[in-house]
């Protein structure tokens, strides 16, 4: 069982940063796809960035050039990098694993494992 926790989150205006971070704890968190997600009040839960067992990685369109995935698997932990942030990013986000072994997916269904989300506000 992999339990992940991220931290990170609150408030700022449009235009600053925020860095996101999931830590891991379980076996093989090496080997899994990672994504973050996030879902806004009334809209579906959507992928904004993921990273392989290879480091490559994938982003949202509405995300590309403004944020970045990365990890540490030394210290099992995931990052999101949020720069140029604007209103419309305001959601909670939720990091997640997927240990199919598969190309990176949005698909939140593929994610077999959860952290419980941490809010992120942009205000304008």
């Known amino acids: 069982v992999l339990q992940l926790v991220e931290s990170g989150g609150g408030s700022v205006q449009a235009g600053g940063s925020l860095r996101l971070s999931c830590a891991a704890s379980g076996y093989a968190y090496g080997t899994y796809n990672m994504g973050w997600f996030r879902q806004a009040p009334g809209k579906e839960r959507e992928g904004v960035a993921g990273?392989?067992?290879?480091?490559?990685?994938r982003y949202a369109e509405s995300v590309k050039g403004r944020f970045t995935i990365s990890k540490d698997n030394a210290v099992n932990t995931l990052y999101l990098q949020m720069n140029s942030l604007k209103p419309e990013d305001t959601a909670i986000y939720y990091c997640a694993a997927d240990p199919s072994a598969t190309s990176l997916s949005f698909t939140p269904g593929m994610y077999i494992y959860w952290g419980q989300g941490t809010q992120v506000t942009i205000s304008s």
């Open positions: 990273i392989d067992s290879d480091g490559d990685t």
